[in-house]
């Protein structure tokens, strides 16, 4: 049964917005008296999910009236079927041409029902079976029909998992694979028909070779199909055959190109393998040597098309002797782009700058330049190529890894395009088309973040990847790499001084004559590493100038060169690994914080140059290597030593991996959280392990950000400590031996360092700073039963056991359960008391002259309004929903949207205030290299942190952005939590 207090009761909570939704659900009997009827409940959710709800919607209608009578199968077998749900929904939500195809075949829709994944073995046997023995129109639509019913299978499969998250994800190269596979199983269907429309086809052999992305299985859901025909015997009747075979195809299927052909489209169409040799020996030119690369039988004469390829491919991997080979290449692609039209040149996915033909020309000069002596590397597949490319050492690994998820996130997009309407186009919507970039991010798997719409998040990423696509295109396909760069002559790259100062000016530096100080001190002398340095610096000075601090940044770099002078494989690093050089110059240019834990954790800049491992392991267990290095250690000041190292290590990795984008919050929060607990885990054992026989069990109680796993950069460590007497010692001696070990572990890991501080606060504990810093168990049980305060419980909310004694830690998480989660919630009263302290907190504790707006923690809409807001949902409701029992302040409000305590909206105000509050408090930190609340309201600083919370607009449109999604937050605490 439907819980009525949770179900929703209008369309609009299910993303409808036409003003027929509510019709359409009746009809389909999903909707009565302002509910979802029994069981449809799944079908609504999954509805909502969809890239375009209203369009699905509007679908499902015109399928059940085109079903008549038979409606009730499928209706019953949405309800039920989730593999049916996820892929009928997404199909009628992305694909008018589709949706089409179903209304008018409606019986179709036990295609998608299959449980199994599609097999592209089936294919050919499909399409075969569909036109034996016709001929003529017949055949055509017989193709069509069945050609088109695949075509929505995979189509199905493909975008299935964004309406049911737990269906299998589709790959995109699995999907072009497919799509490539149906088009091959077509042209031999289509060659069966022509093998009967034209009269003595025995008397010759025909081999289909599929050229481009077919040939290379990369194929888009609309495009030409390139071929190429290689005959033997009778050519006039082959012609025939290949020219039938090419028609039946177009009316059926897909337009069927030749025009890679021997000269083209003025050349034979069919001609003898010897016709073939000639030609591409004497006459071809560069670009048909590089189109020979994607070359593959596919259809006829498996025998003739397999000696096709034996006579051309030893002439591709000849092909960059040519004379001026190189040049060529990078003038056709030139050409390319020359014919974009130039107010579409942004926008353009295939052709544009940073667009797909940017990778493939890149990889596929790669591929002719060092295939010849690599074998490795003679694959079709432009990602599969890639891969090679990167495994062979020719691009570095990282640049490989970023420029294949570039091009696949490119021909996602250029798929879901596509499918709209079945037609070809490779536009991305306009900036000002919110519908169309909503509905491309939905359909391509997107979601809104940080105050940003799924529309926004989209547009960032495009521009990301496109500008990344760009700059790896030129390095790769353009510039020298690093070591080509490494071996210019020193004098060939020297400036007089004013012409280098202002060069240095114009790049954007406001000191040039300090930026000339650095880079004379970096390059004074004639060993090897000033040599290298004079090499590197016209890329780094160019890669700093983009930052929002070059000055700062370039600094940072002298500091850190002369702190790892005699380090061997630094500047070797920077001299072959051009993705560190530009993580590098990013990191310096934008955070102090990462320079300052760089010079004494050198070891990381070696993560740079492979983002799996700067993205590191699961940040659940980004602990277990600390704690098993430092058990190692017998003495003390050596084993804590060794923890502080650790956590300064990881604690770079997370901060770099934050500021290049490459971990979402969530990983930030828990590792920062997961490597304190780590450490003080660590200092614990170590203390204890010197400390002789114990008297008492000792657990730490983490509260606070800590405990909710959500800590900043700048967050406290908020701890209580709770100890047990070992048998035959009193409680007295306990808690003395327990609180020498808990104040030698504090003065241990708060030592004086130049790494961010390890403070252990203890001050939620009972009386606060007056009350004794370890407790017996029995006291902390007698204290909260007889004089505990409001505020007491409402910290122990976010109270969980994170070191020592586990036992004794879980019995004191489930000692204090009735505490924190009261039976009677909280009466008239105590709300008023909670308001009372919160509001006397927001007048006392937030510094003399803050911005309230800007004021991360403090301000209106901040962290401590969503907190505290959460909290006292929490405090009131957490005993008759289980699910409101959590330390964590974003699942806390997920159940409270879930259990309908909070609207939709209201919660998403709440939680992308939050979201957006932590991300500016982590990087006033990762800017300044100092804790901080307060957001900056101009300069470098501000620049900075707007770069580093990605927000696509300027300084100012950030922190607009930032007051507006805090003001939202704002507006729902005063109804929530102040009741106003």
Known sequence: MTDPARTPTSPARFGLTEARGGEHLRAAGWWADRRPTEGAEPVLWALSRSPDPDLALLGVDRLRVALGPAWPELDDALRTNEVLRGRLLAVLGSSTALSDFLVANPARWRLLADAEPVAAESFAPVLVAAVDGLTGADAVRALRLEYRALLCRVAAEDLAHVVEPDLPYVSYDDVAGLLSDLAVAALRAALDVAHRQVPRSDECRLAVIAMGKCGARELNYVSDVDVVFVGEGDVAVATRLASTMMQVAGQSCFEVDAALRPEGKAGALVRTLDGHASYYQRWARTWEFQALLKARPVAGDGELGQRYLEVVRPLVWTAAEREDFVPDVQAMRRRVEDHVPPGLADRELKLGRGGLRDVEFAVQLLQLVHGRGDEALRIPTTTAALAALGRGGYVGRTDASDFGRAYRFLRTLE????????????????????????????????QGEGGLSEGQVLLAEFRKRANQVRRLHEKLFYRPLLQAVANVPTEALRLTTGEAAARLAALGYAAPDGALKHIEALTRGVSRRARIQTALLPVLLDLLATTPDPDGGLLSYRRVSEALAETPWYLRLLRDEGTVVDRLAALLGTSKLVPDLLVRAPEVLRLYADTTALVGRDPMAIGNPLRSTVSRYSDLERAVAAARSLRRHELLRVASADLLGLVPLRTVCISLSEVWVAVLQAALDAVLRSSGEPLASLAVIGMGRLGGRELGYGSDADVMFVCEAMSGVSDSNAVRWASSVVEKVRRLLSAPSQDPPLQVDADLRPEGRQGPLVRTFESYRAYYAQWSELWEAQALLRARFIAGDAELGARFVEMVEPVRYRREGLDAGAVREIRRIKARVEA??????????????????????????????????????????????????????EAELVSADDATALREAWVMATRARN?????????????????????????????????????????????RARAVVERVFYGS
């Open 844 to 897: 006392e504790r937030l510094p003399r002259g803050a911005d309230p707006s800007l004021h991360t923690k403090l301000g209106r809409g901040g962290l401590a309004d969503v907190e505290w807001t959460v909290q006292l949902l929490q405090l009131q409701h957490s005993f008759s929903v289980p699910a409101l029992r959590t330390p964590s302040t974003v699942r806390g409000l997920q159940a409270a949207e």
């Open 923 to 967: 990087a006033i930190v990762l800017v300044r290299g100092k804790a901080g609340d307060q957001l900056p309201t101009a300069g470098r600083d501000l620049a900075a942190v707007a770069g580093v919370m990605g927000h696509p607009g300027g300084p100012g449109e950030f922190l607009d952005a930032y007051r507006r999604t805090t003001r």
């Open 415 to 446: 798929h879901r395009l596509q499918l709209q309407r079945l037609r070809r186009t490779h536009l991305f919507p306009a900036d000002d088309d919110t519908s169309a970039l909503r509905w491309l991010a939905r359909a391509s798997g997107l």
